[in-house]
């Protein structure tokens, strides 16, 4: 654990991180980004809070059962949103003009709506989910397993 | 002998890697000239509603290469949690 200004910057650092991580991943069809970079983004923030705080302390909030769950929805999800347009084919993106992330946008430069891609959005938001519960479980594993505790279940 | 046997198996091997980029079995250098990427840059907006491009290639038209990538991100963090609950494991029974 680190002195008390770190411990007090981080916190307050964190809650900066976690929202530009969620934008990254919610605006990966109209900005450059996506599930992975955002998801990496989040992960660094955990990176920092478990530098900061010991990964003893981290172990408390961070449930290594709760992050195999949600590494395992996010990849659930993505496997059928891939299977959703398998009547055309694989990965068909069928939600485009539908109600849900619908909107088609002019051909060529625009500003962008964020109610576009189909299901592009969404496999963006399961690959974020996936992609902050392993690395996050693999971090928090290695860090615990470096300082001589074990895996919390 | 066994020098010999790999040696032969070297030059085997590198000679297939040359014969598959010599031009009778491969193409010239960059042609045919790009129809896949004015393709997809002229259509993606239409087809799956995207302004990036790239989002639409990742997880639409290429979206198979990106569940290989998953399916490894999967793989690597199962096998560390397997790893490390394993050592937990013999030193309890140790």
Redesign the interface.
């Known amino acids: 654990m680190l002195s008390k200004i770190v411990r007090t910057v981080a916190n307050q650092l964190i809650l900066f991180i976690l929202i530009f991580g969620l934008y990254v991943i919610a605006h990966g069809q109209i900005t450059p980004g996506g599930g992975f970079q955002g998801g990496a983004v989040i992960v660094s923030g955990v990176v920092m809070l478990l530098v900061a705080f010991s990964s003893k302390e981290l172990k408390k909030s961070l449930r290594e059962r709760v992050l195999s769950i949600m590494e395992s929805t996010g990849a659930l999800i993505f496997i059928i949103l891939a299977f959703v347009g398998i009547g055309t084919a694989f990965f068909y993106n069928l939600l485009v003009g539908t109600p849900i992330f619908g909107h088609i946008p002019p051909i060529g430069p625009n500003p962008g709506d964020i109610w576009t891609g189909g299901v592009v959005p969404l496999m963006n938001l399961a690959v974020g989910i996936k992609v902050v519960a392993g690395l996050s479980a693999v971090v928090l594993a290695l860090a615990l397993f470096s300082s001589g505790e074990e895996v919390e279940e | 002998m066994r020098q010999v046997t790999g040696l032969i198996a070297l030059i085997v091997l590198v000679a297939f890697l040359v014969w598959g980029v010599l031009p009778p079995t491969m193409r010239d250098f960059g042609y045919p000239p790009s129809d896949m990427d004015d393709y997809i840059i002229e259509n993606a907006?239409?087809?799956?509603?995207?302004?990036?491009v790239?989002?639409?290639v990742?997880?639409?038209y290429r979206?198979?290469d990106?569940?290989g990538?998953?399916t490894i991100?999967?793989t690597?963090?199962t096998g560390?949690?397997l790893l490390?609950?394993a050592?937990?494991r013999r030193k309890e029974s140790s």
């Open positions: 907006q239409e087809q799956t509603g995207n302004n990036n790239v989002a639409s990742v997880f639409d979206g198979f990106t569940l990538e998953a991100l999967f690597a963090v560390v949690l490390l609950r050592s937990k």
